[in-house]
């Protein structure tokens, strides 16, 4: 077999490497089509390697924020329907509590206690609320119950409390048992004292997570409607006008304590609303950033399309000749 001539040799070597370079010139520029944006970006922008870094750096940070407050929100907002839940349940069980006419005969006292201890039962749950399967009223604490069962809870009470206990030690009892380091802080509390840390927001924008099922507010409620609850487990059952006084005692007292509970609703809806700001802003940033970076960064696309289709042109000649070279040598060869 005839060999080929060197000069088709070092043609056919030139046409490969200028087919290669086109191939990945075209690989390159339909890239940059369809993402929007330059691929050598360092050269695209001079070498400004600072600019580059700033502009990605703000775009992370931003992003970071965007998550953070975002959760956050989703946070404060399962808090504060929480805490609209319970105040309902709070109102209907007070103003029914302070009308004895509702449950003038000493058969209906079982079942006025029966709806205090299920009023109890229900914020115990509400307070034991789980977003993404963390407890949103145990601190930092998450992973576990904010509060123990309300059966575990009223064993535990009613086991401190002496026979014969007439109704004003047993309203003691309990006012002392949820009493800062009583038996609820020790026992029924399953949450960490420890708030959870300052979460940044960006902007200047910080906030800590602080209400907890041990809030002042909340052990108010929980101790007035255990003092009802209690009456389930057979107290005072020989006494039935001291458990009609004590029922109209805990519905006074629960009026008084939604006064406080509708401050510490006020005080995560001033949160929500920092929260709200601190999310604005970093989406605000956010959209800059990649507005910048973009501009930046962003091919002409009808330059891009002129280049590629003039890419593909000579692609088409490397191949025509390429062709035309193989038929040439095939005819010295015959």
């Not at 890239?31 to 750096?57: C, K, M």
């Not at 009892?173 to 959870?196: C, H, M, Q, R």
């Amino acid at each position: 077999m005839k060999p080929l001539a060197l000069g088709d040799m070092a043609r056919s070597h030139a046409l490969k490497q200028n087919s290669s370079k086109l191939k990945r010139q075209l690989t390159s520029l339909q890239q940059e089509l369809i993402s929007g944006r330059v691929n050598d970006q360092l050269r695209h922008t001079g070498g400004d390697a600072a600019l580059l870094s700033s502009l990605r750096q703000s775009l992370s940070v931003s992003a970071i924020n965007k998550a953070n407050s975002t959760v956050v929100s989703t946070f404060l907002n399962g808090q504060q329907e929480v805490l609209t839940r319970i105040s309902d349940i709070v109102q209907d069980r007070a103003g029914y509590l302070i009308r004895p006419e509702l449950y003038p005969t000493d058969d209906q006292l079982p079942q006025a206690i029966e709806r205090v201890r299920s009023a109890l039962s229900d914020i115990t749950t509400l307070l034991n609320t789980k977003i993404a399967g963390k407890s949103i009223f145990a601190g930092s604490k998450s992973d576990t119950p904010a509060l123990r069962d309300v059966d575990t809870m009223i064993s535990a009470i009613v086991s401190t409390i002496p026979v014969g206990a007439d109704y004003a030690a047993i309203d003691q009892i309990i006012s002392d048992w949820f009493a800062p380091g009583g038996g609820f802080e020790v026992n029924d509390y399953l949450g960490s004292p420890e708030k959870t840390g300052a979460i940044p927001l960006g902007n200047g924008y910080n906030l800590r997570l602080e209400l907890t099922a041990d809030d002042s507010a909340i052990r108010s409620i929980l101790a007035e409607l255990a003092k009802g609850a209690v009456l389930k487990q057979g107290l005072l059952a020989t006494e039935p006008a001291q458990q009609r006084e004590l029922l109209q005692n805990i519905g006074s007292n629960l009026l008084s304590a939604a006064s406080a509970f509708r401050n510490t609703q006020e005080n995560i809806g001033l949160k929500q609303a920092y929260t709200e700001n601190a999310r604005s802003e970093a989406q605000a940033q956010h959209a800059t950033s990649e507005m910048a970076l973009n501009s930046l960064l962003a091919v002409d696309e009808y330059d891009v399309a002129s280049r590629l289709q003039d890419a593909m042109a000579r692609l088409d000649k490397i191949y025509l000749l390429t062709a035309r070279l193989s038929r040439l040598s095939l005819s010295e060869y015959l």
